[in-house]
């Protein structure tokens, strides 16, 4: 009887600690699927960065090349105006010429 009873009561601990790690499993279970819920949240929030991201490097992208268009279109006219003035300063050297040429006469 007092071996049943011994039996018993190990039994009964046994269920006690049975039922506490199942519980401590449930709210492990729980934890986990709320770490999950929260990274799938956290990806779909990188993934909507990623695409603003994107976007943002294409309107750069273009904005870049814009600029270096505009920058070539600069220099295209920075060389054709000192074009211009290398042309005024031969025709004007030349006039001077011409003038001094006309004074000693």
Do not use: P, W, Y
């Not at 904005?63 to 042309?87: F, G, P, Y």
């Amino acid at each position: 009887l007092e071996s049943i009873k011994f039996n018993l009561t190990l039994s009964s601990d046994q269920l006690a600690a049975l039922t506490l790690d199942r519980d401590n499993l449930a709210k492990s279970s729980e934890d986990l699927t709320s770490d999950i819920v929260f990274a799938e949240n956290d990806l779909v929030l990188a993934e909507e960065n990623i695409e603003r991201l994107t976007h943002a490097f294409e309107e750069n992208s273009m904005q870049i090349e814009r600029l270096h268009t505009d920058l070539c279109t600069v220099k295209e006219q920075n060389v054709a105006i000192l074009e211009d003035r290398d042309s005024v300063q031969k025709e004007r050297d030349g006039l001077e010429s011409e003038t001094s040429n006309l004074r000693e006469e």
